[in-house]
Protein backbone atom coordinates (compact mmCIF):
# COMPACT_ATOMS: atom_id res chain seq x y z
CA UNK A 1 0.00 0.00 0.00
CA UNK A 2 1.42 3.17 -0.91
CA UNK A 3 1.06 6.66 1.02
CA UNK A 4 1.56 10.25 1.29
CA UNK A 5 2.28 10.33 4.87
CA UNK A 6 5.65 11.80 3.94
CA UNK A 7 4.67 14.59 2.04
CA UNK A 8 1.54 15.66 3.90
CA UNK A 9 3.86 15.70 7.17
CA UNK A 10 6.61 18.18 5.42
CA UNK A 11 3.92 20.39 4.00
CA UNK A 12 3.24 21.33 7.63
CA UNK A 13 6.61 21.23 8.46
CA UNK A 14 7.09 18.65 10.92
CA UNK A 15 9.81 16.03 12.02
CA UNK A 16 8.41 12.23 11.86
CA UNK A 17 9.22 12.89 15.88
CA UNK A 18 6.34 15.74 15.94
CA UNK A 19 3.90 13.24 14.01
CA UNK A 20 4.33 10.09 16.15
CA UNK A 21 3.93 12.70 19.58
CA UNK A 22 0.72 13.88 17.89
CA UNK A 23 -0.54 10.40 16.72
CA UNK A 24 0.53 8.61 20.00
CA UNK A 25 3.06 6.59 18.68
CA UNK A 26 6.66 5.83 18.44
CA UNK A 27 9.17 7.57 15.99
CA UNK A 28 9.79 3.76 14.21
CA UNK A 29 6.32 3.43 13.85
CA UNK A 30 5.76 6.79 11.29
CA UNK A 31 9.44 5.90 10.02
CA UNK A 32 7.88 2.40 9.20
CA UNK A 33 4.33 3.45 7.98
CA UNK A 34 6.24 6.49 5.40
CA UNK A 35 8.72 4.01 4.09
CA UNK A 36 5.44 1.31 3.39
CA UNK A 37 7.39 -1.27 5.63
CA UNK A 38 4.27 -1.10 8.07
CA UNK A 39 0.17 -1.12 7.13
CA UNK A 40 -1.59 0.46 10.12
CA UNK A 41 -4.56 -1.07 11.33
CA UNK A 42 -8.01 0.35 10.42
CA UNK A 43 -8.16 3.03 13.96
CA UNK A 44 -4.59 3.87 13.55
CA UNK A 45 -5.58 5.13 9.72
CA UNK A 46 -8.48 6.59 10.90
CA UNK A 47 -6.24 8.49 13.16
CA UNK A 48 -3.52 9.73 10.67
CA UNK A 49 -6.51 10.68 8.76
CA UNK A 50 -8.52 12.76 11.45
CA UNK A 51 -4.94 14.60 12.28
CA UNK A 52 -4.75 15.68 8.76
CA UNK A 53 -8.56 16.38 8.53
CA UNK A 54 -8.38 13.81 5.37
CA UNK A 55 -10.00 10.34 3.91
CA UNK A 56 -8.30 7.64 4.70
CA UNK A 57 -8.63 6.80 0.82
CA UNK A 58 -6.96 10.39 -0.07
CA UNK A 59 -3.88 9.29 2.04
CA UNK A 60 -3.08 5.51 1.61
CA UNK A 61 -3.66 4.25 -1.91
CA UNK A 62 -3.58 0.48 -3.41
CA UNK A 63 -0.22 -0.76 -4.81
CA UNK B 1 -0.48 20.40 21.29
CA UNK B 2 2.47 19.83 23.67
CA UNK B 3 5.58 19.45 21.77
CA UNK B 4 7.97 20.77 24.14
CA UNK B 5 9.30 17.28 25.17
CA UNK B 6 11.81 15.59 23.01
CA UNK B 7 13.36 12.25 24.21
CA UNK B 8 17.10 12.27 23.58
CA UNK B 9 17.63 8.94 21.23
CA UNK B 10 20.33 6.83 22.46
CA UNK B 11 22.87 6.42 19.51
CA UNK B 12 23.01 3.21 18.22
CA UNK B 13 27.16 2.84 19.36
CA UNK B 14 26.12 3.60 22.94
CA UNK B 15 23.20 1.07 22.75
CA UNK B 16 25.55 -1.43 21.02
CA UNK B 17 28.79 -0.74 23.59
CA UNK B 18 26.27 -1.60 26.34
CA UNK B 19 25.00 -4.69 25.23
CA UNK B 20 28.41 -5.91 24.39
CA UNK B 21 29.76 -4.59 27.98
CA UNK B 22 26.77 -7.01 29.66
CA UNK B 23 27.57 -9.74 27.49
CA UNK B 24 31.92 -9.42 28.55
CA UNK B 25 30.61 -9.02 31.94
CA UNK B 26 30.46 -12.78 31.67
CA UNK B 27 34.07 -13.36 31.84
CA UNK B 28 34.69 -11.38 34.97
CA UNK B 29 31.82 -12.30 36.60
CA UNK B 30 32.05 -15.82 36.09
CA UNK B 31 35.71 -15.76 37.78
CA UNK B 32 34.40 -13.50 40.44
CA UNK B 33 31.37 -16.32 41.14
CA UNK B 34 34.00 -18.99 41.36
CA UNK B 35 36.19 -17.20 44.19
CA UNK B 36 33.37 -17.05 46.40
CA UNK B 37 32.51 -21.06 45.71
CA UNK B 38 29.28 -20.41 44.65
CA UNK B 39 28.21 -23.81 43.63
CA UNK B 40 24.86 -25.70 42.96
CA UNK B 41 21.81 -23.31 41.56
CA UNK B 42 24.16 -20.53 41.84
CA UNK B 43 26.12 -21.80 38.70
CA UNK B 44 23.11 -21.19 36.47
CA UNK B 45 23.42 -17.66 37.97
CA UNK B 46 25.18 -16.08 35.14
CA UNK B 47 24.34 -17.50 32.03
CA UNK B 48 20.97 -16.81 32.63
CA UNK B 49 21.16 -13.20 33.96
CA UNK B 50 23.33 -11.89 31.51
CA UNK B 51 21.21 -12.40 28.58
CA UNK B 52 18.03 -11.28 30.83
CA UNK B 53 20.01 -8.34 31.89
CA UNK B 54 21.21 -7.43 28.53
CA UNK B 55 17.51 -7.76 27.46
CA UNK B 56 16.83 -5.31 30.46
CA UNK B 57 19.53 -2.11 29.47
CA UNK B 58 17.53 -2.56 25.79
CA UNK B 59 14.37 -2.47 27.17
CA UNK B 60 15.50 0.82 29.29
CA UNK B 61 16.99 2.45 26.13
CA UNK B 62 13.57 1.72 24.55
CA UNK B 63 11.75 3.45 27.30
CA UNK B 64 14.31 6.17 26.85
CA UNK B 65 12.81 6.52 22.85
CA UNK B 66 9.23 6.40 24.51
CA UNK B 67 9.06 7.54 27.68
CA UNK B 68 5.26 7.91 28.02
CA UNK B 69 4.46 4.49 26.85
CA UNK B 70 3.30 2.86 30.43
CA UNK B 71 3.54 -0.60 28.85
CA UNK B 72 7.17 -0.18 28.05
CA UNK B 73 7.94 1.14 31.38
CA UNK B 74 5.97 -1.67 33.44
CA UNK B 75 7.54 -4.38 31.28
CA UNK B 76 11.04 -3.06 31.89
CA UNK B 77 10.24 -2.23 35.74
CA UNK B 78 8.87 -6.14 35.77
CA UNK B 79 11.90 -7.14 34.15
CA UNK B 80 14.28 -5.66 37.11
CA UNK B 81 11.79 -6.90 39.39
CA UNK B 82 12.13 -10.14 37.90
CA UNK B 83 15.74 -10.42 37.42
CA UNK B 84 16.81 -9.15 40.90
CA UNK B 85 13.72 -11.77 42.74
CA UNK B 86 15.63 -14.26 40.52
CA UNK B 87 19.19 -13.51 41.95
CA UNK B 88 18.81 -12.94 45.19
CA UNK B 89 16.43 -16.37 45.59
CA UNK B 90 19.29 -18.04 43.67
CA UNK B 91 22.08 -16.97 46.18
CA UNK B 92 19.38 -18.07 49.17
CA UNK B 93 18.66 -21.40 47.32
CA UNK B 94 22.58 -21.34 46.79
CA UNK B 95 23.54 -20.92 50.91
CA UNK B 96 20.48 -23.19 51.74
CA UNK B 97 21.23 -26.44 49.64
CA UNK B 98 24.74 -26.28 50.67
CA UNK B 99 23.73 -26.39 54.61
CA UNK B 100 21.36 -29.01 53.71
CA UNK B 101 21.63 -32.71 52.47
CA UNK B 102 20.96 -32.88 48.70
CA UNK B 103 18.28 -34.91 48.95
CA UNK B 104 16.16 -33.44 51.77
CA UNK B 105 12.73 -31.91 50.82
CA UNK B 106 13.82 -28.20 51.71
CA UNK B 107 16.89 -28.92 49.52
CA UNK B 108 14.64 -29.71 46.77
CA UNK B 109 12.41 -26.88 47.30
CA UNK B 110 15.07 -24.24 47.12
CA UNK B 111 16.61 -25.64 43.97
CA UNK B 112 12.96 -24.69 42.63
CA UNK B 113 11.96 -21.62 44.23
CA UNK B 114 14.63 -19.17 42.11
CA UNK B 115 13.14 -20.65 38.28
CA UNK B 116 9.22 -18.40 40.12
CA UNK B 117 10.65 -14.94 39.11
CA UNK B 118 12.08 -16.63 35.66
CA UNK B 119 8.25 -18.07 35.07
CA UNK B 120 6.94 -14.38 36.45
CA UNK B 121 9.30 -13.35 33.03
CA UNK B 122 7.54 -15.04 31.31
CA UNK B 123 3.94 -13.59 32.62
CA UNK B 124 5.59 -10.14 32.27
CA UNK B 125 6.18 -10.56 28.36
CA UNK B 126 3.07 -11.75 27.94
CA UNK B 127 1.80 -8.71 29.77
CA UNK B 128 3.55 -6.48 27.46
CA UNK B 129 2.25 -8.00 24.21
CA UNK B 130 -1.30 -7.75 25.14
CA UNK B 131 -0.53 -3.79 27.14
CA UNK B 132 1.42 -2.44 23.95
CA UNK B 133 -0.27 0.60 23.37
CA UNK B 134 1.54 1.17 19.73
CA UNK B 135 1.10 -1.06 17.07
CA UNK B 136 3.92 -1.54 15.35
CA UNK B 137 5.79 -2.06 18.54
CA UNK B 138 3.71 -4.55 19.53
CA UNK B 139 4.08 -6.40 15.97
CA UNK B 140 8.08 -6.27 16.59
CA UNK B 141 8.00 -7.79 19.85
CA UNK B 142 5.50 -10.59 18.87
CA UNK B 143 7.37 -11.64 15.20
CA UNK B 144 10.95 -11.38 18.02
CA UNK B 145 9.56 -13.86 20.50
CA UNK B 146 8.40 -15.98 17.12
CA UNK B 147 12.67 -15.59 16.13
CA UNK B 148 13.29 -17.09 19.93
CA UNK B 149 10.40 -19.91 19.36
CA UNK B 150 11.75 -20.51 15.85
CA UNK B 151 15.78 -20.34 17.14
CA UNK B 152 14.96 -22.38 20.46
CA UNK B 153 13.15 -25.17 18.13
CA UNK B 154 15.79 -25.61 15.62
CA UNK B 155 18.49 -26.03 18.23
CA UNK B 156 16.39 -28.60 19.90
CA UNK B 157 15.60 -30.52 16.56
CA UNK B 158 19.07 -30.47 15.42
CA UNK B 159 20.54 -31.09 18.76
CA UNK B 160 18.20 -34.34 19.21
CA UNK B 161 19.82 -36.88 16.57
CA UNK B 162 23.06 -35.75 17.56
CA UNK B 163 23.05 -36.44 20.78
CA UNK B 164 21.68 -40.01 20.02
CA UNK B 165 24.36 -40.43 17.52
CA UNK B 166 26.61 -39.94 20.75
CA UNK B 167 28.12 -36.66 19.05
CA UNK B 168 27.40 -34.22 21.37
CA UNK B 169 26.24 -34.37 25.19
CA UNK B 170 22.96 -34.34 26.84
CA UNK B 171 21.03 -30.78 26.36
CA UNK B 172 21.03 -28.76 29.10
CA UNK B 173 17.84 -27.72 29.37
CA UNK B 174 18.60 -24.71 31.30
CA UNK B 175 20.05 -22.66 27.80
CA UNK B 176 16.97 -22.87 26.70
CA UNK B 177 15.69 -19.78 28.09
CA UNK B 178 19.32 -18.37 26.89
CA UNK B 179 18.58 -19.52 23.64
CA UNK B 180 15.29 -17.83 23.81
CA UNK B 181 16.48 -15.00 25.18
CA UNK B 182 19.11 -14.61 22.38
CA UNK B 183 16.76 -15.01 19.22
CA UNK B 184 14.67 -12.40 21.28
CA UNK B 185 17.26 -9.55 22.13
CA UNK B 186 19.45 -10.23 18.52
CA UNK B 187 16.04 -10.10 16.39
CA UNK B 188 15.10 -6.60 18.66
CA UNK B 189 18.47 -4.78 17.85
CA UNK B 190 17.91 -6.01 14.07
CA UNK B 191 14.68 -4.33 13.78
CA UNK B 192 15.78 -1.32 15.71
CA UNK B 193 18.57 -0.58 13.65
CA UNK B 194 16.99 -1.21 10.78
Known amino acids: ?63 | MNLVHRPTPIARWKLSLVMAAFFASWFIVKPIWHLFDLHGPAERAIPLAIPALATFVFVRSMMAISPRNPALRRYGNGLLVCLLGYLVLLIIANVVANALPADGAVSLIAQIVPVIPMLAFLWVIARYLTEEPDEYQRMLAVRCALVGSGLLLAVAMIWEPLERAQIVGPAQTGLGFVIWCAGFGISRLFWYYK
Open chain 1, 1 to 63: MNNCLKVLRAERGWSQQDLAERLDVSRQSVNAIETGRYDPSLPLAFRIADLFEMSIEAIFQRD
